[in-house]
């Protein structure tokens, strides 16, 4: 399920068009330091070539790509922020190199094929926003059979942590809930009607929102209590829509703090910059969005979160199944659903429970 | 320039389809006793008759409508609250009298025309959300000649007032033009890239945002500076949509406080219950969003800041001229245009100034 295109340019694209959003990301140095090497630490992978930048935003990637070398740099933005990346190229000098073209990729045709498609596509635990569909799109209609992708490659984690957000979450909710039983009582007293029929439906709208939304965090490293464990690893070169649409992992992670309470699991990514077998990467790349003190991103984690948490140990062992697909009503967003099995250090089994999760 | 119906259902119903925001509303004591008042205060107008209740959301008017006495109630609400306001009729055990209807007015038909229709459509500063438009095609298509409008009439108010809002903003907006400047120099100096051509269009971003953006505040009456004037009354029941899609007004208005700041001017709202001609209310209800100290409501009022803020004495005469449209974009929101000019009691004239401002 798709949303029409008129609702994902008023929802989707629409925040796009705010140089104040471009901004965000721009000031977001992991990301821009990663960026900026990968191009121009494989310079050779740009000199003289032709490059696509899907989605140029305020066309920071084909200005870079063209510094670098390009002999000629598509670049494709389907918001506004267009007429803003052809001022930019212009006052960099630039424009001989780089035409900005306005439409969606899906869209526009270009005159040739290209060597290289950068993007900076991904979405908050990598696949929200589902852009990677329009990547796709480019690659399959304009990338030579010799081209790379920068990206090239992408990995998506889950591990359990601790944080103190669940009881936050767990007694906003409650006191929501509290106001509500206030409401129903006044409502009857002074208007007559008895609204406590609505009680389980409220109720669950405000659960969904409170303890089943996933949480946009950036963690500390000592909050990740047991092994990380990578739940999907994509080739952009030949990654497809079906491929992603739905993911779905097992996996195992043993706790590796004593001691503690598990509160939930985090999602992040990462990708590489490592060209193609034939034009491997000289200096390979990575950009990372696991938790960390001094490099954290504008992405964080996402965190689902458990209500109650769990007491663990050291040596406990999990075992979790991962499912992830997209909203029926709106494709850019994701459902999750989460099953756990833990049996302690000891042998002892404790039941088995399984949650579902929004991220919106 | 409407939106496409798909857009509005995505963007404008949407937040009516949680009992989260009907709640927002269900607990707006000021509006919740004038609509309960203005039925049962005046029990006659609903006894035998049939009422069309346009956007029944939670379906509280239809069932109040219902409890006065009314033969038939028709529950039109365009979200699948609809299904909540049927339950609820269900558990009031009043499903023989209301009749839930799912559906936009513009598209739903009845089987008969009905007495009464009643409706909250009043958005902030009245006409934001445009909803009054579908209680006009509810009127011209539903209403039976001698039928009557709940409310019956409305006003909208403008008045000069201090407020330290107008610093808090100016301050946000300055704030956000220093963190620009750094961003360039940082980009300039770790990226290479002279983002310096883009400052004109980011201010003017920015100051749409913190300067242009008329902000929701409940005031405290001590703030209204000057006499409010009435720009704006219409009668429910021949109001047109022409009528409301522009709004015009010159006003003057004599500052009542001795050395104060015009720090700029708040918009807000009343509207009356008064049956109609032939079945004048017993009992007049007003329902007003006035500045209050006890009575505040969830509409609050429209502030509107100049910046900087002017020295004005007691006998100071502004003259206003205030001019309100739709935006091109999207037809629920309003664009303002603020003329003023200043004589002070001593005669001197000060220079008139022309602001734009943005209901969002
Ligand atoms: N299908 C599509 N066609 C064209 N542009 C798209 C697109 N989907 C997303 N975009 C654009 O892609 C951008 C992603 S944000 C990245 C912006 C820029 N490349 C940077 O790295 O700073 C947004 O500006 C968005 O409007
Ligand atoms: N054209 C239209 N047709 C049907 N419902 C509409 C509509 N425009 C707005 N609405 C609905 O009107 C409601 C306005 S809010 C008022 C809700 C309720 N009558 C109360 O007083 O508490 C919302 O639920 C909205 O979804």
Known sequence: GGVDKS???????CTYGFLYHQKEMLCDRVRMDAYYNSIFENKDHFVG?????VGTGSGILAIWSAQAGARKVYAVEATKMS???????KANNLQDVVEVIEGTIEDITLPEKVDVIISEWMGYFLLRESMFDSVIVARDRWLKPT?????????MFVAPI????????MSDFESCMGDWSNFLKETKTYYGVDMSVLTN???AEQKKYYLQTSIWNNLHPHQVIGKPCIIKEMDCLTATVSEI????ASFSSLITEDRTRLCGFAGWFDVHFRGNKENPAENEVELTTAPSMENGTHWGQQVFLLHPSIHVREGDELNVSFSMDRSKENHRLMEVELGCEMREASGKQHPSFTKRFYIE
């Open 49 to 53: 070539k032709t490059v696509l930048d």
């Open 201 to 203: 439906s409220f109720g």
């Open 83 to 89: 007429e803003h990346a052809r001022e930019l190229v």
């Open 245 to 248: 649409r739905s993911v779905q």
């Open 147 to 155: 081209g790379m992708m920068y990206p090239s490659h992408a990995r």
């Open 7 to 13: 609702v994902d340019f008023a929802n989707y694209f």
């Open 162 to 169: 601790r944080s103190g957000l669940g009881d936050q979450k």
